[in-house]
């Protein structure tokens, strides 16, 4: 018997008109318990790895506090990044959920395997994994977003761009408690607790979807659908943190996901039809322990990064139809990853500038199925030296050179790699509210365990033989503030040799999957305005266009040796938000369009155009409580979310929560 089958009806076109009826009323606006007071131009430090303000940085920056993280409607990093202009968004269920290794990602100009994730300042990435859909937006300070090569600084896996995830900190005599609770369609319910108590804080979320059919579908030589459900999804989040005085404080986090997925047969399939031809089960796990330390000139922080997915898959059919006597357990892994280490700057202030020097290590450490003694276990320690020259030529110019030299031991014998990067960038501003900027610099990024010698299932081959990937970044930018204007305009160009592709490949005849170099390339323009008025309303803006294009650089045959496109060419994308009184409405849309899926082995094609849509409304019943009503794809478009393979977006759904603050 399937006990998936019975698809859930849509109830929520009474509540999303009754939504969309309050955003018209004047009277609406936005509360919360605490409103931030609106900063033109904010202070970035993820940038140049020091605080400098965003018109003063040769580069494309992003600052997203809080409120604007909860203005989307999100209830985790992923989904809430979903919203930014030149960020393409990619999910394998409702909520983001995973499918194996195969996870939601952030794409930032056109390179996805080249966003580099950090907490406060440290790398989050394993195995080139970053899991934003398992972090949940209350324990989030700010996000900030630089876009473009940022190796130099931060070493591998940042080809496209950095995401630094600051977290909230405690403080000396505040005192401070929260709890939310919420539920919503489709088993929606989510749970927050958050103390502040003097030097110490913790939160704990809990956030659950139930049954959502029809992720994605895929069809046979024979017109016969096969359909692939999401069962059920659990996350638990624990995050404390500890500041022992001024200048160290501690950040521990944990995360649990359990993923429940199921393909079963649909239409064209005659009795089979909605029963389950294989059932899957995925947990993550990750732990994440930070100890940082900042002074006027020395900042720096030991980590320990881990995280396990284990794996289990029983098939009943075959593909074909046929009953398998006994269920057969396909999959049954358990892989493992960690990586620990230091990162430490010191910065010296000079009459008419700054120089920065710093080293990492990093200990990064690859099980790939402690199921199966046949799979071995991979270490490699990666070392690096950075540096940064900063100038001032007059009172209008500053230029600034950068450098990193990476090296790493301990891997297999011909396995090990080293590289020396550089980046010069020049700044002119033409006045206090206006900068002009180019900048120039080169990334380099390794690969990783996962992609040379993964063996998931016998159907994804690890490639020993890759080569890391090197590229050539260019950028001219553009900004501006005025009164209640921001305005920010980037050309950017970059061509990235050995890009390692994205997601394992098929080559000709092969029955198995594994990873490939590419050459790699893009040339675009961002634009993007923030706007905030005196009379409530606030907007934001953006538009893109660009042209990511890939092409495999082996000689086996049947790979793509032309340039084949992916992702879109153009992106529209953004947000308007009215305050009045008690009440509070924010819209927030982003449209990807002239859009292709890009297959491994076959030529792209076009598929029509994604909309994001997100509702949220917020009512503050007095000065402890608040409600919220979040609609998630509020036009309930079926779109394409993914860029490899067909995932629909979830169908509209919502969730009505309740926050009290004591």
């Known amino acids: 018997m399937n006990l998936f089958r019975q698809r859930k009806k849509n109830q929520l076109k009474k509540i999303v008109a009754i939504g969309l009826s309050t955003l018209a009323v004047s009277s609406l606006g936005y509360a919360n318990e ?6 033109l131009d904010t202070v970035v430090v993820t940038a140049q790895r020091y605080e400098k303000k965003d018109i003063d940085v040769a580069a494309s920056t992003d600052v997203y506090t809080a409120e604007d993280l909860h203005r989307t409607g999100a209830r985790n990093v992923q989904q809430a990044l979903s919203m930014a202009t030149g960020l393409v968004y990619e999910a394998k269920g409702p909520g983001g959920v995973t499918n194996s290794t195969m996870t939601s990602k952030i794409i930032i100009r056109g390179v996805e395997k080249g966003t580099l994730v950090l907490i406060n300042g440290t790398p989050l990435n394993l195995r080139g994994l970053y899991n934003l859909e398992d972090i949940p937006l209350e324990s989030i300070e700010r996000i900030e977003v630089v876009k473009g090569g940022g190796s130099v600084l931060y070493g591998s896996e940042a080809t496209g761009g950095v995401i630094n995830i600051i977290t909230k900190k405690s403080s000396k005599g505040v005192s401070r408690t929260s709890i939310s609770t919420g539920f919503g369609n489709y088993g929606q319910e989510n749970y927050n607790l958050n103390v502040q108590e003097n030097k110490v804080g913790f939160s704990y979320t809990y956030d659950k ?17 096969m359909e692939t459900n999401c069962n059920s999804s659990e996350k638990n989040n624990v ?19 359990l993923n429940r997925r199921s393909t079963s047969f649909a239409d064209g399939w005659e009795d089979l039809s909605g029963t389950d031809q294989i059932q899957r089960r995925h947990k993550f796990t990750k732990d994440f322990l930070q100890f940082n330390y900042k002074s006027d000139d020395v900042t720096g922080n030991v980590f320990y990064n881990a995280n396990s997915l284990d794996s289990t898959a029983y098939t009943f059919y075959t593909t074909a139809g046929k009953k398998n006597k006994v269920p057969t357990l396909s999959t049954n892994t358990l892989e493992k990853n960690r990586t620990s280490g230091f990162d430490i700057q010191k910065v010296w202030e000079q009459e008419n500038g700054k120089i920065l020097f710093g080293t990492t290590y990093q200990n990064e450490v690859y099980k790939p199925n402690l199921r199966s003694s046949a799979d071995k276990n991979r270490s490699r320690n990666n070392f690096s030296v950075y540096g940064q020259w900063e100038t001032e030529l007059n009172d209008s110019d500053t230029f600034t050179l950068s450098g990193r030299e990476s090296w790493t031991t301990g891997a297999d014998e011909d396995k090990n790699f080293n590289n020396f990067s550089a980046q010069g960038q020049f700044l002119h501003k033409i006045n206090e509210d206006e900068s002009i900027y180019a900048s120039i610099g080169q990334s380099f990024v390794m690969p990783t365990f996962g992609q040379m010698y993964s063996k998931e299932g016998s159907i994804v081959i690890g490639n020993a033989d890759l080569r890391p990937q090197t590229g050539m970044h260019y950028e001219l930018g553009w900004k501006k503030n005025h009164e ?19 997601s394992a490949q098929k080559v000709g005849s092969e029955t198995w999957y594994y990873y490939m170099n590419e050459d790699l390339r893009n040339t675009g323009i961002e634009l993007s305005a923030e706007v905030k008025e ?18 495999f650089s082996t000689d086996k045959p049947g790979a793509k040796t032309y340039w084949d496109r992916n992702y879109g060419r153009w992106q529209l994308n953004g947000g308007v938000t009215y305050q009045k009184e008690q009440w509070t409405a924010s819209l927030m849309m982003n449209y990807l369009a002239d859009r292709v899926i890009t297959p491994s082995s076959e030529h792209s094609y076009k598929v029509k155009p994604y909309l994001l849509a997100n509702l949220n409304v917020d009512y503050q019943v007095d000065d402890e409580s608040t409600l919220s009503l979040s609609v998630e794809n509020l036009f309930n478009r079926k779109d394409i979310i993914s860029h490899a393979s067909e995932t629909f977006a979830t169908p509209t759904n919502y969730m009505l929560k309740y926050k009290r603050t004591f």
């Open 534 to 551: 005196n009379n409530g309303w606030s907007y934001n803006y953006g538009v893109v266009y660009n042209n990511p294009e890939s092409k």
């Open 484 to 502: 209640d204007h921001k305005w920010r305009v980037a050309l950017f160009n970059y061509t990235i040799k050995d890009n390692i592709s994205s």
């Open 209 to 225: 979807w139930g049954e959502v059919n029809g992720v994605s579908q895929t069809q046979d030589t024979k017109n016969r659908t």
């Open 34 to 39: 605490v409103v931030d007071e609106y900063e």
């Open 239 to 257: 995050t404390l943190n500890y500041s022992f005085d001024d200048k160290w404080d501690m950040v521990y986090m944990h995360d649990e996901a």
